[in-house]
């Protein structure tokens, strides 16, 4: 299994990318429109923000999901019996930001949202007709002025030592979304599951970014393109002292966009959350 890694700019990326996800459920592209140092003032100005006493006062809102998310409550993977070892923030377009954060982190989610109307666009351009005369709209024109989509800043702390036995950074999961772009994160740790069950590192340097398959997706093609599982591995020696923090754009369709027969992307996430227990 190869997580192919494609130039944006290369008249053949739409083709080679598309394939990667077909293949794997993950791509990895560089050269993309990103600013590779509005990632790294966004990693350096939530560091500061997790690693501050100011989080308390942003708690997450329970009607909205929008705000910070503590350790405590942080999400149980399927199947795993220890919270993961994180912590994070929920941004929606109308979610309230820290001020000092606010410029940089809305100016990543309008950036990042561009891109993955694009990338739905190639991705769309190279699926077969079979499959894709049962998309119910155009991939692009189902996220459209979505307020659904969820930028997620992730902290993994750096590790204390006293982690109950067994708890990982993010333990193997799928997201529920359409696709998922990720920017790379400051620290590698981040796995992809293989057909054959073997875990593979996300091949991904600093400035590349990383777009996987969602639950979504998987749905509304019917099972041509895979939602892969993946998970956040723990950091051994020098990296144990050391915070991870990464930065995931969950593209969500509209509610009332269908995805199959069976599914609007409203009550197909409404299912997955009853799943998780968080409904
Ligand atoms: O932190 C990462 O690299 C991945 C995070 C992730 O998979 C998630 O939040 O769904
Ligand atoms: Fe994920």
């Known amino acids: 299994m190869q997580v192919r890694n494609v130039d944006y700019q290369d008249a053949q990326a739409p083709q080679q990318f598309t394939r990667s996800l077909r293949e794997t459920g993950f791509g990895v592209v560089r050269n993309h429109p990103v600013p590779a ?4 003032r966004i990693y350096s100005g939530w560091a500061a923000f997790f690693e ?6 942003w708690r997450y809102d329970p009607a909205t999901h929008a705000g910070f998310f503590p350790a405590s409550v942080s999400e149980t993977a399927k199947g795993q019996r220890q919270r993961d070892l994180k912590e994070y923030y929920h ?20 950036i990042a949202e561009g891109v ?12 077969p007709v079979e499959v894709s005369e049962r998309f119910s709209a155009p991939l692009s024109g189902m996220i459209r002025d979505s307020r659904q989509t969820l930028l997620r ?3 993994y702390p750096p590790l204390s030592g006293s982690e109950e036995p067994g708890a990982v950074r993010a333990g193997a999961h799928e997201d529920i979304n359409l696709i998922t772009v990720l920017p790379a994160a400051n620290e590698s740790g981040l796995e992809v599951k293989g057909r054959d069950g073997e875990w593979l590192a996300v091949p991904c340097d600093p400035g590349q970014l990383v777009i996987n398959v969602g639950d979504m997706l998987q749905e509304a093609s019917d099972g041509y393109y895979p ?5 956040v591995i723990n950091p051994v020696d020098a990296a144990r002292g050391r915070a991870r923090l990464s930065l995931p754009l969950f593209l969500h369709p509209r ?3 269908v995805l199959s027969e069976r599914h609007s992307a409203d009550s197909y996430l409404k299912e997955r959350l009853r ?3 968080v409904l």
């Open 153 to 155: 800043v992730l902290y």
């Open 91 to 110: 941004i929606y377009p109308e979610s309230p930001v820290p001020e000092q954060l606010e410029a940089d982190i809305r100016e990543y989610y309008r």
């Open 275 to 277: 799943e998780l227990g």
């Open 255 to 257: 509610p009332e966009v």
């Open 52 to 57: 501050s006493e100011e989080k308390h006062r």
């Open 116 to 127: 993955a109307a694009e990338l739905l666009g190639w991705i769309e351009a190279n699926t």
């Open 227 to 231: 939602s892969t599982t993946h998970r």
């Open 37 to 40: 140092a509005l990632v790294e």
